[in-house]
C-alpha cells in the first residue's frame, strides 16, 4: 500500500490540469474524492476520504488541504464548510486541537478544520518528497500518519452510528439530503445545466449553499441566456408553506441586494405536492421539479 497518489497529487497542482478520473476510488475502506477546482484552478486543492453516506459538502472527514500559495500540505481533520455538520469529530479533537486559521496566516478556505499534521512537499526532479522541520518523511510514516487519521475517524464513525439520537443513526445522509450534491456533481447532465450556468470565483464554486444575510441558498445558478440568476431549492422535509416562503424571501434577496428583477426560482421536490402546485399557479416565476431515483443490479462478471 503506497501513496503514490499524493505524490501524483502534488505534481498535478502544478499543472494548469483539474483531471481527476485516473485516480482512486476507494482507499483504506473510504471512499477517495480529489479536487482541482471547478470551473477553474482551486487555491487549496484537497484529497477526502470520507464514509460511503456522508458527503463532502455536509460531514467530516480526514482530508489533505494542499495550500499552494504557503506550500503546505495540511492532513487535517476535515469539517465541511459548505453545510455545519449536525456531527463532527469527537469533542476531545475540538478543545485540543489547533484549527487551520491559527495554524496557517489568513487561509484562503478551510480554517475551521483541524491541523492533525503538515507538511512540505518539494518536486525533487521527478520526485515528490514531504518534508518536516527541514527533514525528509519517508513514505511509511507518510502512510502511518494517514492510517492513524483514518482510524480515528472511524472510531467517530462508530460511536455515531451506536448513538441512536445522532444525525448519522437517523439518516441524515439518505437520499434527499445527498441530492444537493448529486445536482451540483452531475450539473452537466441535468436539465439545470442545459439552461444555467453554476457561479465560481476564483476557481472556486460558489454556487452551492450560497450565503445571504438571510441564510444560505442551496443553489443560486445564472441563466445562459439573460444572465439572470436562478434560486433552487430543495424542499427536503419542509413543509410547502415553508418552501415557498423560503424561495421567495431569497428571490426579493436577490432582486434587492444583487440588482435582478428578471431573478427565477426553482423548487425541487420528491413527489406531486398538492399545495405547492396551488402556491406554483400564483408565483409565474417559480418553477417546480420532482426528481426521480433509477436503481437497478448489474451482475458483476469475474474475467476468466
Request: glycine share 4%; aromatic share 14%.
Amino acid at each position: 500500500m503506497t501513496l503514490d497518489f499524493l505524490k501524483a497529487f502534488i505534481k498535478q497542482t502544478k499543472t494548469e490540469s483539474r483531471k481527476t478520473k485516473d485516480y482512486l476510488k476507494d482507499f483504506l475502506d473510504l471512499k477517495l474524492k480529489v479536487s482541482f477546482g471547478q470551473g477553474g484552478l482551486a487555491k487549496v486543492p484537497w484529497i477526502a476520504l470520507r464514509a460511503p453516506d456522508m458527503p463532502v459538502s455536509n460531514g467530516y472527514y480526514p482530508v489533505y488541504l494542499f495550500y499552494k500559495e504557503q506550500n503546505i500540505l495540511v492532513l487535517a481533520y476535515g469539517i465541511s464548510e459548505t453545510h455545519i455538520p449536525e456531527s463532527s469529530w469527537t469533542k476531545e479533537i475540538h478543545d485540543t486541537q489547533t484549527k487551520i486559521v491559527d495554524f496557517i496566516d489568513k487561509p484562503f478556505r478551510y480554517g475551521d478544520s483541524y491541523v492533525y499534521k503538515a507538511y512540505t512537499p518539494k518536486i525533487e526532479g521527478n520526485e515528490v518528497y514531504f518534508y518536516k522541520d527541514n527533514i525528509r518523511i519517508n513514505d511509511e510514516k507518510l502512510l502511518d500518519d494517514l492510517k492513524n487519521l483514518v482510524s480515528i475517524f472511524k472510531e467517530c464513525l462508530d460511536i455515531e452510528v451506536k448513538d441512536e439520537s445522532s444525525s448519522m443513526s437517523s439518516g441524515l445522509f439518505y437520499m434527499e439530503q445527498q441530492l444537493e450534491d448529486f445536482i451540483i456533481e452531475n450539473w452537466s447532465e441535468t436539465q439545470f445545466g442545459q439552461k444555467y450556468n453554476l457561479i465560481y470565483e476564483d476557481g472556486e464554486l460558489k454556487s452551492q449553499q450560497y450565503i445571504t444575510d438571510i441564510g444560505r441558498i442551496d443553489i443560486l445558478a445564472k441563466d445562459k441566456y439573460d444572465d439572470s440568476y436562478v434560486v433552487i431549492e430543495l424542499k427536503r422535509n419542509q413543509t410547502s408553506d415553508d418552501t415557498v416562503g423560503q424561495i421567495t424571501r431569497y428571490m426579493g434577496w436577490i432582486e434587492e441586494k444583487l440588482k435582478d428583477s428578471n431573478v427565477k426560482g426553482i423548487i425541487v421536490a420528491g413527489k406531486y405536492d398538492e399545495r405547492l402546485y396551488y402556491a406554483q399557479r400564483m408565483l409565474k416565476n417559480i418553477e417546480v421539479f420532482l426528481y426521480e431515483v433509477n436503481f437497478k443490479l448489474n451482475e458483476y462478471r469475474r474475467n476468466k
